[in-house]
C-alpha cells in the first residue's frame, strides 16, 4: 500500500524558515497535482499549495511570496519551503497526492512557530 512520509516540522521563531517533505513510499502512477494543507486548532483544513503535473502552482493568498512548492518525481517527493513564517502558520501540515482514482494522504508534521 503506498504510505506518504512527512518530515522537516518543529518549532521556529516568526521570520523564521522550515522545509517540509513528503516522500511516497511506492510508486503513484498519474499523479496530477501534489498538495499541502494545514489544520490550525479549532480550524478546518485548508489547502495551502499546489503543483500540477505540468508544474503550475498554485498558493493561497495568506502564504502568497513566502511558501513555495516543489517536487523531485524520481522520488515522488513533494516539498514545502516556508519562509517569513508568522505565528498564524502554525498547524499541522499534510501532504496530498491526487492520481486519476485515488487521493493519499500523510500523517501530519506539527509547525509551530513562536517566539
Known amino acids: 500500500q503506498v504510505q506518504l512520509v512527512e518530515s522537516g516540522g518543529g518549532l521556529v521563531q516568526p521570520g523564521g524558515s522550515l522545509r517540509l517533505s513528503c516522500a511516497a513510499s511506492g510508486s503513484i502512477v498519474s499523479i496530477y497535482a501534489m498538495n499541502w494543507y494545514r489544520q490550525a486548532p479549532g480550524k478546518q483544513r485548508e489547502l495551502v499549495a499546489t503543483i500540477f503535473s505540468a508544474g503550475i502552482t498554485n498558493y493561497a493568498d495568506s502564504v502568497k511570496g513566502r511558501f513555495a512548492i516543489s517536487r523531485d518525481n524520481t522520488k515522488n517527493t513533494v516539498y514545502l519551503q516556508m519562509n517569513s513564517l508568522k505565528a498564524e502558520d502554525t498547524a499541522v501540515y499534510y501532504c496530498?497526492?491526487?492520481?486519476?482514482?485515488?487521493?493519499?494522504w500523510g500523517q501530519g508534521t506539527q509547525v509551530t512557530v513562536s517566539s
Open positions: 496530498n497526492f491526487r492520481s486519476l482514482s485515488s487521493n493519499f
